[in-house]
């Protein structure tokens, strides 16, 4: 996937492909000047919105894999916002800070398993109770699992409810962490400023801040749900499910179709060309 950037020398469109480091040294194609785009988008959000991107145009199980990797990438958010938050209370270095947390991942950086531990103990000691949200159930991980390892081709449908429950989750967890998660964002800033330091005399850099469903909390019109009420009067819906959990879906689906409707177009623009 690639998505439009600007050239500051002549104006005209180029495009270019998403970096792993959301950084991206290009040359125009019509004028020939260098310059560097740097994206303020963390891995999660581009992967989620690669997923919403797929999910637009047809491609359901391409977008399965691409929401599930989003989730993953979220927890190592997580755990890193944290880290660097403790970091920050002690007055630490950021930047042995940092390098500390880049080294203690390498550990667990091939292993989703240990990953996820990481991130159970970074929600208890943060939030100081269990997280309880990490069930199969919640996760969507049968789901998951039938689509990315079994093969299974779902329907679009199918793929909204996952993508919803995976937004929920996100949104959720980064309303509890709040300004912690500028922590992280911090250390892409550092990473952005040793890049530019080292680029040649006549590089302009660029920084550019793209739309994503996530940027619909932070800079758009996006407000949190309203919390459940329970009510003597809820009935069993005809899917057997109970109906708190039917409740549940129904607002992760609204909070993710009030996203994809204010984000959704704007995604539309970072298409291939």
């Avoid at 040649?200 to 407000?223: I, K, N, S």
Wanted: with cysteine; net charge neutral.
């Amino acid at each position: 996937m690639d998505f439009p950037t600007t050239c500051p020398t002549c104006g005209r469109e180029n495009r270019a492909e998403y970096a792993d480091s959301s950084v991206h040294d290009l040359s125009c194609a019509h004028c020939g000047a260098a310059y560097c785009v740097l994206v303020r988008k963390q891995k999660f959000e581009v992967l989620f919105d690669l997923g919403t991107r797929a999910l637009m145009d047809g491609y359901a199980r391409e977008a399965v894999a691409s929401f599930a990797a989003a989730l993953e990438r979220f927890f190592e958010f997580y755990v890193r916002s944290f880290a660097l938050e403790r970091a920050s209370d002690t007055a630490a270095d950021f930047g042995e800070a940092t390098a500390a947390l880049t080294g203690t991942w390498r550990h667990v950086a091939s292993q989703s398993e240990r990953q996820l531990g990481m991130f159970a103990l970074a929600y208890l000691l943060r939030e100081g109770k269990e997280p309880d949200f990490l069930t199969p159930a919640a996760l969507g991980a049968d789901f998951r699992n039938r689509v990315i390892h079994r093969g299974e081709l779902p329907g679009r449908a199918d793929v909204e409810v996952y993508a919803a429950q995976v937004f929920a989750l996100i949104d959720r967890l980064l309303t509890d962490l709040g300004d912690g998660a500028k922590q992280a964002e911090l250390a892409q800033e550092q990473a952005f400023a040793l890049h530019i330091a080292a680029l040649p005399d006549g590089v302009t850099a660029v920084f550019e801040e793209h739309p994503g469903m996530f940027r619909a909390r932070r800079f758009g019109t996006l407000a949190p749900m309203p919390k459940p009420h329970k009510t003597a009067t809820q009935s069993t819906p005809k899917s057997g499910m109970n109906s708190a959990r039917a409740y549940q879906q129904a607002q992760q689906q609204a909070l993710f179709q009030r996203a994809l409707e204010e984000r959704g177009k704007l995604l539309k623009g970072f298409k291939g060309g």
